[in-house]
C-alpha cells in the first residue's frame, strides 16, 4: 500500500544548500490535478512560494491545516493529502485530540489531558524490513518539555529490546548533564547526548528523523543537524505508525500541537530538508535564514 512514488523530474536550482523551484518543474506521477482551491486551507497557502517541498517517496503527508485532510465534521480521522487530495489511508485519532484551527495555521492539540492522545496509521510498517531508509517530519509546538516529561513525538517503538523507528520531541534520557529540561533525539543504537541544546516551548520547530539502516542517521531540528549515530541497525517496531503518544507507555508522549506530518521511503538529503522548512516557514511565523541563501537573487 505505501509504495514511494514515481521519481520527479523536476527543474529546481540549488542555492546556500536550498532547493528552489522553477515555474517548470513537473508533477509526480500519480499526483491529484484539481482546480487551486484557496478555501481549502486554514493558512495562506504558499502557491508562489520559490521553495518546494520534496514529493519524491513522499508516502503521507497528514496536514491538520488543510480540510481535506482534516475535515472537523470527522474528528477520529486524519487523511493522508501525499497526492494532492484526501486519500484512503488515515490515522485514526484516540483519546481527546482536539482542532485549534487557528494556532499554526490549523493544529491537533495532544496531552491537554494527559496520556491517550494519540493518532494511528494502521498498517503503516516503517521498520527495515520494509524500507532500508526513512524520512520522518514533523511541524511541532510543545506547551511543556520539563525534565519529567519524555515527550514521544511519532513513530514505531514497541516498548521492548527491539525498539523501533521514533522521533522524540524531549526526552531528558538525551540531555547533557546539567541541563535543564529535555532535549529532541531519535531512536537509533540507544540514548546518545543532543548536541541541540533544551527543547523550546511555545514556539513551533520543525523536527526530521532521517534514518540510514547500517549508516550515518540524523536529527535535524529547524535545519540544524545532530548525530544520532554513526552506524544505525534500525530495530524491527510494530507495523503501524503512531503520532503523539507512544503506543504502549503512557508516561510518553507530547504536551502541544502538531500540525503536518511527512513520512518519505528515502533519507531526504539536507538541501530538501531545508527546502520543505522554507515552503512551510510563513505558515508559522518563521522564516528562512537569510545564510540559506536568497530568494530573490
Known sequence: MYEPTTEVKCACVEKGGVTISSPNETKPEGQISKPFDPNRYRYKYPRKSRYRV????????????????????????????????????????????????????????????????????????????????????????????????????????????????????????????????????????????????????????????????GHTSYLYRNGNRDVASSETNNKIGIPDLVIGGHPTESDMNIDGEIALVRVYSRALSVKEIKSNFCFSAPRFDMHCPSDWGSMNA
Do not use: C
Not at 81 to 90: F, L, M, T, Y
Not at 93 to 109: F, N, P, T, Y
Not at 193 to 211: A, K
Open 54 to 213: 520534496a514529493d519524491y517517496g513522499l508516502m503521507l503527508a497528514l496536514d491538520a491545516g488543510d480540510k481535506e485532510s482534516f475535515n472537523e465534521s470527522e474528528p477520529t480521522s486524519w487523511k493522508d493529502v501525499s497526492k494532492g487530495g484526501a486519500s484512503q489511508i488515515e490515522a485514526n485519532i484516540q483519546g481527546a485530540v482536539s482542532l485549534d484551527s487557528e494556532l499554526g495555521g490549523g493544529s491537533l492539540r495532544f496531552g491537554s489531558n494527559g496520556g491517550g492522545d494519540r493518532a494511528v496509521v494502521s498498517g503503516m510498517d516503517i521498520s527495515p524490513n520494509r524500507f532500508r531508509d526513512i524520512t520522518i517530519e514533523v511541524w511541532i509546538r510543545l506547551e511543556n518539555a520539563d525534565s519529567s516529561i519524555r515527550g514521544w513525538a511519532v513513530g514505531n517503538d514497541d516498548g521492548n529490546s527491539t525498539g523501533g523507528r521514533s522521533l522524540i520531541a524531549n526526552d531528558p534520557r538525551f540531555s547533557p548533564e546539567g541541563m535543564e529540561g529535555g532535549a529532541s533525539a531519535i531512536s537509533a543504537n540507544g540514548a546518545y547526548v543532543s548536541t541541540l541544546g533544551v527543547t523550546p516551548t511555545q514556539e513551533w520547530m520543525q523536527l526530521v528523523g532521517v534514518w540510514q539502516h
